[in-house]
């Protein structure tokens, strides 16, 4: 736990980063008490640099959105209807985001205004363990532009795994860990991830996820396969055990057939992140989960964040191992190896 005062000093780390100076304003979100010290260190970290800053705090809705508790969902917040904290938000130039917007259609909004938005709901030891460096920022952008180049994803694992995504719908997409560029949305501390969306019918194929895998939000590691049978961008089957049937009753019980739609894919780059995380510690939304080193995920649900049509409220993460990855059959992650066309690319210039 750190001290209010290096709280303050970490989160203005991030203001900076995020490009925050005196001309601008900085709007902290949070719903009820929750993150009351985050709350109160980014606003000392505002103060510091100068910004005008406000806190548009808002009556709890649920506590799901939180990661910690309850059935989690996502796009459904205290935003949905409130239209002068919308326009609140829109007029700001960062909005530092303490309870998790994303995924919702307010976000969009306000993104589309111009506005840029960090999320910081992880634990704060961790927030200070993978801040964003230099070299995961190298890494996301050389990820986002290798997929921008590219026209289809594949991905296979040794449990009999073979998917492929048409990519040639929606832009690239990656997450730095900041939050610098108007419209741009981020989430600290989840530097090192790049991603694609699939096109609304362009996925086919079958998943299969092994034991070891990671199943978010059940932030639970899978113990038997899973087997997802994948055709025109929905799922039709999930087949195994115990953990198959947990999966299946979840998307079941939102009875919403946009639950089975498929949303993004990509790789984790972060060297920083480790695959043993979730064994120790169950705490916030498993953010490092998604982004160490070599690791394939793929997602289910919503694909607002691109403008795209699905925005059910349900959404699975799959963090999987040792598989590998090739955009237009270029090979970027082999055997859950992270390749040189990544690694060499993203290295700093002598």
Known sequence: MLSPASFIDLCERMLRLCEANADESIA?????DERRDYVEAFLGAAERIGATSFHLRLPSATLAI???VGVWKVGATPLAGNRPAIEALKHADLVVDTMFIH???EQ????????RIITVVEPEDLLVRLFPTDETTRLTQRGVDLISEAAELRFTNPAGTDVTYKIDTYPATGQFGFSADPGHW???????????????????GKIVVAPGDVLLPFKKYAQSPIEFTIENGRIQAIEGGVDAEIVREYLANFDDPNAYGMSHVGWGMNPHAHWTALATDTRGHGMELRAFEGNVMFSTGPNTQVKGPNNTEAHTDIVMRDCSLFLDDRPIVVDGELQDIVKDQAAAPA
Do not use: K
């Open 28 to 32: 902290v979100v949070s719903q009820g």
């Open 103 to 105: 995924h919702s259609i």
């Open 186 to 204: 981020d989430h600290w501390p989840s530097s090192g991830m790049a991603y694609a969306y699939g096109d609304d019918d362009g996925v086919n």
């Open 108 to 115: 969009v909004e306000i993104l589309d205004s111009g506005t």
């Open 66 to 68: 939180g990661g910690d």
